[in-house]
């Protein structure tokens, strides 16, 4: 069964801290990767994707197929960064979202 | 220009009552899902089609019977709402597997 687990349901740093968002995932075969950022009462919007190779408002992610993770970092967190984060895998028109990890990021 | 819409994006109904929520998409997609988002955040698929045709259909009470009259469009309709009904419903889109996925603002359903 494909799983994404996202483990921190709450994380909050200060201003200006590194923040990392950790995403791990279990499949079986090649599968693509994604970070969708919700802000309050906003849609759901898409951040980055693994295949992409990007960087998204200072976001980076790098697919670790070793420790099958997608943990989500910047260096300095912005206080507009506060938002619901999932981690998503794509399988064949099929997505499945982690829980979602609520960033709070303090002034 | 709105790329998914759904409509309404606040409904409170009664227990029992049928209720509907719309989706449109004008960027062309193949392929259109509802997600529900339940109180704890987490987001679920529902339905999946591609031109029209459904493809993915999770453990959903029958209660809920998507529609689409046509690959733009993909409608939620639900029969004998229940508390447990309330949430954010979210339809999306995407071109082809792999493709992005495009999400409306969401529809916040409360059932009372």
């Known amino acids: 069964a494909q799983r994404v687990t996202q483990p921190e349901k709450l994380l909050s740093v200060f201003k200006g801290a590194p923040v990392e968002l950790k995403c791990n995932y279990s499949?079986?075969?090649?599968?693509?990767l994604f970070w969708y950022v919700q802000y309050s009462r906003q849609r759901l919007q898409l951040l980055l994707r693994?295949?992409s190779r990007e960087s998204i408002k200072g976001f980076t992610a790098d697919l670790n197929k070793g420790e099958t993770s997608f943990h989500l970092k910047k260096p300095f967190a912005q206080e507009e960064d506060s938002a619901m984060y999932y981690c998503?895998?794509?399988?064949?028109?099929?997505?499945?979202f982690g829980s979602g990890t609520k960033l709070n990021v303090k002034p | 220009d709105t790329a998914v819409s759904q409509t309404p994006k606040y409904l409170v109904t009664q227990m029992g009552n049928d209720k509907s929520i719309k989706c449109e998409q004008n960027?062309?997609?193949?392929?259109m899902y509802w997600y529900k988002q339940d109180s704890k955040k987490f987001l679920k698929i529902m339905f999946s089609?591609?031109?029209?045709?459904?493809?993915i259909n999770e453990t959903v009470p029958n209660r809920f019977s998507p529609k689409s009259p046509d690959k733009a469009h993909l409608n939620l309709h639900i029969n004998s709402l229940e508390l447990g009904d309330s949430a954010v419903y979210f339809c999306?889109?995407?071109?082809?597997?792999?493709?992005?996925?495009?999400f409306g603002e969401g529809s916040w359903l409360t059932v009372v």
């Open positions: 998503a895998i794509d399988n064949f028109n099929k997505f499945y």
């Open positions: 089609y591609n031109n029209k045709e459904l493809i």
């Open positions: 960027l062309g997609h193949d392929t």
């Open positions: 499949y079986s075969g090649s599968p693509e």
């Open positions: 999306a889109s995407s071109r082809d597997r792999g493709n992005t996925i495009y």
């Open positions: 693994h295949i």
